[in-house]
């Protein structure tokens, strides 16, 4: 018997020899570091010596959650990370509606390519850009952050839009104006309920991304700290502590994913 | 054409050119319509795909602007507004039900939009979708239908607005065959119920003939010819209309001279014409060629047979089986028949002028 014919009667031998390779990347590369973060968190370290000691204990979520600091920055980083979302929904809407439905045919792929070139540019090169813009005139802070990661997040945004509208019937949009609604109506009533999906699919790139960002709020944020500032203050002198506050993007994500799902979102990623 | 009033609809020199893909030469997709439709009639845009017919009725619902000449309903020049502005609705090809309402939400959405108050426009959309036979189909989500519920679905959201003007875009298309035959009697039904001016645009000859007024026939962007469907059917303007609707059936000039003494192309319909034995007397007023049977269709009801011409070319006759089986007919192959028909059946054909 072939090893062929042999696998085809083995299902489970298949799947296993299928999925072996995948599963074991993303087990090791994700999941176990991340069960490993969620164990740190509830370890402490030692104030004398500095060093990190493998006992139990739930302080590090207690400071978290008592330290008025640190809920300022919780709140803070879930509110950047919402106006940014909202910044990239309502620039990035008009974009994809005129590169999907409006432009010719043969410039649409131009336009893409227009909108994803920011991202062949580096990270880096891009905020020190902003800050340099951002700091001759003085504008640096919260404000700047937002700025700067709704410029940096956009395309993510863009992207899910414009293949959610791509896939839109234009009979659709033609009968609703057939209908008799003005094109603000159209929008409303029949592309914006449509487009939930995708709109869904964009924020959790343009949430999660900008949750976790900490390089631009220390380049333009001035002052203000968000929640991956304070994990990496704390990195080298209390790492339980710094993987406990790592700790609340990942539950605010998870949260966020659980609402994404309901709304059948995640089948449009 | 209409007389009596202003038409429901008037087109004046319609035109339309779109960009040429790379190039630039553009393609003349409408090229110079006129056209009058009367109030309460049910005409039919006939033509094979891309004869410029969706684009008329495009340009008449506004989804379309003409390159050059006017759109005019009920006597108000309508080519300059947009569609939302326009009296007219229309039932898609694909019907276009927005999939995220139900079915009672997608009827009203016209009366919605246009400030209906509310509860006149559920009590509008339930007696509409009363009239296509959809009650107990208010919840109900357009994926959750069949092609034929969502084809209704779709003509009462349009008839629902009580247009001037019903436009039909190939709404039978997507449906199979005994359905589609279904509600083209339905179709019609519910149009000289409402009195609504129906514009419907097919490729399939049959569905014209079944349910129209009249018949505009398009190729290539042009009008062909403009009528009843009999005369459409039995008296074709030019050779176009002669072979799209019903079966091409052509005597070319050469043919025609010899057979019947005729100058030019000229034609005859498969069911005027009679099988009969070779060397039988012609029958009384009637002209008659001889040939071969070269094929012999058995179509149940009736037979088709293939005849090539001694004075060459090749005629099709159509006979209906009422006193002869299967085995008769199909034992035609091979052999020399006369072919006849009465003198005023056959039609000259005008040559094309391309």
């Given at each position: 018997m072939t090893a062929a014919a042999w696998l085809h009667r083995h299902v489970g031998a298949r799947l296993a020899l299928l999925l072996a390779a995948p599963l074991t990347w993303l087990i090791a590369v994700y999941l176990a570091p991340l069960g490993l973060l969620f164990l740190t968190a509830f370890w402490q370290t030692?104030?004398?010596?500095g060093l990190v000691q493998r006992r139990l204990t739930t302080a590090n979520f207690v400071d978290v959650f008592t330290e008025p600091a640190y809920l300022t920055a919780l709140a803070r980083t879930v509110g950047v990370a919402l106006v940014v979302t909202l910044a990239c929904i309502v620039i990035g809407l008009p974009m994809a509606l005129f590169m999907a439905k409006v432009a010719a045919p043969r410039w649409q792929p131009v336009l893409l390519a227009l909108v994803l070139t920011p991202l062949w540019a580096s990270y880096l090169v891009k905020v020190y850009a902003w800050r340099t813009i951002l700091g001759a005139t003085g504008g640096l802070g919260l404000g700047a952050v937002v700025l700067v990661l709704t410029y940096l997040w956009l395309p993510y945004m863009v992207l899910p839009l414009y293949t959610g509208l791509t896939s839109m019937r234009a009979s659709l949009l033609d009968a609703a104006a057939d209908l008799g609604a003005p094109p603000g109506r159209v929008v409303r009533t029949v592309v914006l309920p449509l487009l939930a999906p995708s709109v869904i699919a964009g924020s959790i790139f343009t949430f999660s991304l900008s949750l976790g960002d900490y390089i631009t709020v220390q380049l333009v944020g001035g002052t203000s700290q968000m929640l991956g500032n304070v994990v990496y203050a704390n990195f080298s002198t209390d790492l339980p502590f710094a993987a406990a506050v790592a700790t609340l993007p990942v539950l605010v994500m998870i949260g966020y994913l659980l609402a994404a799902r309901r709304s059948g979102a995640l089948e449009q990623l | 054409m209409s007389t009596n009033g202003t038409a429901a609809v008037a087109l004046r020199g319609l035109r339309k050119e779109f960009a040429g893909r790379g190039t630039g030469e553009p393609t003349v997709a409408v090229d110079g319509v006129d056209l009058d439709i009367a109030e309460g009639e049910f005409v039919t845009l006939l033509g094979p795909s891309g004869s410029g017919k969706t684009t008329v009725l495009r340009m008449i619902a506004g989804f379309e602007r003409p390159t050059a000449g006017r759109v005019v309903l009920r006597g108000t020049d309508v080519t300059d507004r947009p569609p939302f502005q326009r009296e007219v609705n229309t039932v898609f090809q694909d019907y276009a039900l927005f999939p995220h309402l139900d079915v009672l939400r997608n009827v009203e959405y016209g009366l919605r939009v246009t400030k209906v108050p509310a509860a006149q426009a559920r009590e509008r959309a339930r007696s509409a979708l009363a009239a296509v036979r959809l009650e107990g189909f208010e919840k109900r989500a357009p994926a959750h239908l069949s092609g034929g519920q969502r084809q209704r679905v779709a003509l009462a959201r349009a008839l629902v607005n009580r247009p001037a003007v019903l436009l039909l875009d190939e709404p039978l298309g997507a449906l199979d065959l005994k359905l589609r035959e279904q509600m083209q009697v339905e179709l019609k039904a519910i149009q000289r119920e409402v009195g609504i001016t129906f514009v419907f645009v097919t490729h399939d000859q049959e569905e014209a003939l079944t349910m129209s007024d009249r018949i505009v026939v398009f190729d290539r962007g042009r009008v062909e010819q403009v009528g009843t469907p009999a005369e459409v059917y039995e008296r074709p303007a030019t050779e176009f209309v002669a072979s799209f609707v019903g079966t091409s059936n052509l005597l070319q000039p050469d043919a025609a001279r010899q057979v019947i003494g005729h100058e030019g192309l000229y034609s005859i319909r498969p069911e005027k014409i009679s099988v009969l034995q070779d060397g039988a007397a012609l029958p009384d007023g009637a002209q008659g060629a001889s040939g071969t049977v070269a094929e012999v269709v058995y179509v149940g009801s009736a037979t088709r047979f293939v005849v090539d011409l001694d004075a060459g070319g090749r005629l099709i006759a159509l006979q209906q089986n009422s006193d002869t089986s299967s085995m008769d007919v199909l034992a035609y192959r091979g052999r020399r028949v006369l072919l006849s028909w009465r003198r005023e059946h056959g039609f000259a054909v005008p040559r094309a002028q391309t």
């Open positions: 030692d104030s004398f010596t | -």
